[in-house]
C-alpha cells in the first residue's frame, strides 16, 4: 500500500494525492500534524518532516511533487 | 511515443485567479476551453492562509477560494490538467501550438495566466540550503519549526503575512528587511504586537552557516555598518516574484521586468494571444485585479474567435 505522509492544507501534499488518485492508486494518508507516530515515521524514512513523502515500503520514497519518480514508485 | 493531436477552442496557461476566471467565462460561453498548470492550481494565491481584501468575503482562506473557482469553471465545461507539463509553446497569428509532455496541442485562443513565482534568495549558499532551512512556502514548510527560531526575510505584504502566520509555530521569530516595511498599517501592527517578534530593518542578509541544515546567518546593519550573527532554524524568502514567462519569451513582447507587453484590453502583439493576471505588465496586481483581466481576456477571445468564423 502506497502511504503519503503530509497534512491538512499542504498544497503539494494534495496535488500528489490527486496524482495518485488519477492513476487509480490507492493510498493511505498519514497525517503528520494530527499524529506523533506518522511524524517519527516520515523523519526516519526521510530524515526531515518537509512533506509530502510518497512512499510504498518505508524505504523508497519520494519527497515533493515528481511526475516521474512518482511514476517509478507506483510501478515497483 | 507519438504525442496525440488535439484543438481546443481556447487553451489558458495557468490555474491561478486569472486564469480559472477566464476559464469560467469561457466555459459559459460554451467555448472547448483547456487550463494547463505546472504547478499548483491557484497559484500564489492558493497559500494565503486569510483573504481579507477580496469582495463579497470577510475572509476566506486561498484554497477554499480557488477550490470555489475551480468548481466554477469545471461546472461550465472548462478541463483543467495540472499533471501533464507543458515543455514548448509556439505563437503566431495563424498558427497557435502548445506542446506537453504528453501531447500536441493547436488552440484558436491562447491566455496566457502564468503569474508570477518567489525569488530565489540570491545568496550562494541557498543552493545547499534549500530544504533545508530556506524555504518559500510557509503553508507548506512553516510546521517543521515547532518551537524554533524562524526569519522572515521581505517588507511587503506577502513577507509580514507570513511572519504573521508563522508566530503560532516560532519560539521566536525575526522579520528582516534591507529597507523599510510597504505592507499594510493592519498587518505590520498585528506583527509589531506580538512579543515573540523581534523585526530587524536597514538590514541585510550576508550569509548562511551551517552543516547539513541551517543553523545561523550574518546580518548587516546599513545604519550601524555592524555584522552580527544569529542562530536561526529556518529562512522564509519573501523578497518579491518574478513572471513566469521563460516559455514565451522567445514568442511574445516582454517587458523589461520579465512581463508580457499587454494593455487592459490584455490583447498582447499576437492576435489571438492574451495575457491576464500579474503576468501581464501593469501596475497594480491584485486578486481584484487578477479577475478583471480573467474577464477582459475571455470575453474578448470569445469575440476573436467569432470574427474568426465570420472570415471562414
Not at chain 2, 472547448?32 to 494565503?48: F, M, Y
Amino acid at each position: 500500500m502506497v502511504k503519503v505522509y503530509s497534512f491538512e492544507g499542504c498544497p503539494w501534499c494534495d496535488k500528489v494525492k490527486k496524482y495518485l488518485k488519477s492513476k487509480n492508486v490507492e493510498y493511505e494518508t498519514r497525517d503528520i500534524e494530527l499524529d506523533d507516530t506518522a511524524r517519527d515515521e516520515c523523519e526516519k524514512i526521510s530524515g526531515d518532516t518537509s512533506v509530502p513523502v510518497t512512499t510504498i515500503d518505508g524505504k523508497n520514497y519520494v519527497l515533493g511533487f515528481d511526475k516521474a519518480k512518482l511514476d517509478e514508485l507506483i510501478a515497483m | 511515443m507519438t504525442k496525440d493531436k488535439i484543438h481546443k477552442d481556447v487553451i489558458i496557461i495557468g490555474a491561478g485567479v486569472a486564469g480559472l476566471t477566464a476559464a469560467l467565462y469561457a466555459g459559459r460561453m460554451n467555448l472547448n476551453v483547456l487550463v494547463l498548470e505546472n504547478g499548483i492550481i491557484g497559484g500564489q494565491i492558493a497559500n494565503a492562509v486569510s483573504i481579507e481584501n477580496y469582495p463579497g468575503f470577510v475572509s476566506v482562506s486561498g484554497k477554499n477560494l480557488v477550490s470555489t473557482l475551480q468548481t466554477q469553471a469545471e461546472n461550465f465545461g472548462a478541463v483543467i490538467d495540472e499533471f501533464d507539463n507543458i515543455v514548448k509553446v509556439s505563437l503566431n497569428e495563424n498558427s497557435k501550438i502548445i506542446e506537453t509532455e504528453e501531447k500536441i496541442y493547436t488552440a484558436s485562443v491562447v491566455i496566457i495566466a502564468s503569474g508570477m513565482e518567489r525569488k530565489k534568495l540570491p545568496l550562494p549558499e541557498e543552493k545547499k540550503f534549500a530544504g533545508r532551512g530556506v524555504h518559500y512556502c510557509e503553508l507548506c514548510d512553516g510546521h517543521m519549526y515547532q518551537d524554533k527560531i524562524i526569519v522572515v526575510m521581505g517588507g511587503g505584504n506577502a513577507a509580514v503575512d507570513a511572519a504573521n502566520f508563522l508566530t503560532k509555530y516560532a519560539k521566536k521569530l525575526y522579520l528582516i528587511h534591507r529597507s523599510e516595511l510597504r505592507a499594510d498599517e493592519i498587518s505590520q501592527n498585528k506583527l509589531r504586537q506580538n512579543p515573540k517578534v523581534e523585526i530587524k530593518l536597514q538590514t541585510e542578509i550576508k550569509k548562511l552557516n551551517g552543516d547539513k541544515k541551517l543553523e545561523s546567518i550574518e546580518i548587516f546593519d546599513k545604519n550601524s555598518g555592524e555584522v552580527a550573527t544569529l542562530a536561526v532554524d529556518g529562512i522564509f524568502v519573501n523578497i518579491g516574484v518574478v513572471a513566469n514567462t521563460e516559455l514565451f519569451k522567445n514568442e511574445i513582447q516582454i517587458s523589461s521586468s520579465g512581463r508580457i507587453i499587454a494593455g487592459e484590453d490584455c490583447r498582447t502583439n499576437i492576435d489571438g494571444v492574451f495575457a491576464a493576471g500579474d503576468v501581464r505588465e501593469k501596475e497594480i496586481r491584485q486578486l481584484t485585479t487578477a479577475t478583471a483581466d480573467g474577464t477582459t481576456a475571455a470575453l474578448l477571445a470569445e469575440k476573436y474567435l467569432t470574427k474568426l468564423k465570420e472570415v471562414f
